[in-house]
């Protein structure tokens, strides 16, 4: 392995037991020496790669970004041409996997999501991250004939906000909708949008 690769999976391993951390206890039990502890490292590993906390923080969103567009299947989004149905499965698929098996990291988004909204530097880092998923959600909507794509690609993303803040740490935490459930919505949802008759 070489030193760079060796570089790239210590900075992935450090990241990834941030966002654990995060999740697990929140943000004031993410620290340096609370990651060394969590990942098997010597002390000081975390501070060497990320000396303050705005750097550690820094790198446990670009991390995020990484591992929810892979979440979020950016490159097996369709084609509009597709049509709404295909958006609407892809939507409601990564929407699902958000909300079981990568619930922990959809709770580490909100812990950034809210240490963002005080700390400048870190909200620039996290725009950015969304703006990728949001960006492809608004041409998707314009292929698909939205007369008013930014504020309908804003209401399908506060929908999915939503819906996963309610069911991961909200008053529906309890319960968590089924596959079938969460499509159904977006099709209605879509299909007010579009003025169609029928949701896919």
């Known amino acids: ?65 990484e591992r929810e567009a892979r979440v979020l299947a950016l490159h097996e989004m369709p084609d509009p041409r597709a049509g709404a149905g295909s958006l609407v499965d892809a939507l409601a698929l990564a929407t699902h996997r958000a909300l079981t098996r990568n619930r922990a990291l959809t709770i580490a988004r909100y812990e950034l999501a809210l240490e963002a909204t005080r700390r400048p530097e870190l909200r620039a880092h996290f725009d950015a991250a969304g703006a990728r ?43 968590v909708p089924s596959l079938a459930e969460v499509r159904a919505d977006l099709g209605e949802l879509l299909a007010g949008m579009l003025g169609t008759e029928k949701p896919w």
């Open 1 to 65: 392995m070489s030193v760079r690769t060796a570089g790239a999976a210590r900075a992935d391993l450090v990241a990834d037991t941030a966002l654990a951390l995060l999740a697990e206890r929140g943000m004031r039990g993410l620290t340096h020496r609370a990651v060394d502890e969590a990942a098997g490292l010597p002390q000081g590993s975390t501070s060497n790669l990320a000396r303050t906390r705005q750097a550690l923080l820094d790198l446990a969103v670009r991390r995020l970004a």
């Open 133 to 175: 998923f949001r960006d492809l959600l608004t041409a998707l909507v314009t292929g698909l004939g939205s007369t008013d794509p930014d504020r309908h690609s804003l209401s399908l993303v506060a929908w999915a906000d939503g819906l996963m803040f309610s069911c991961v740490a909200g008053s529906f935490s309890a319960r």
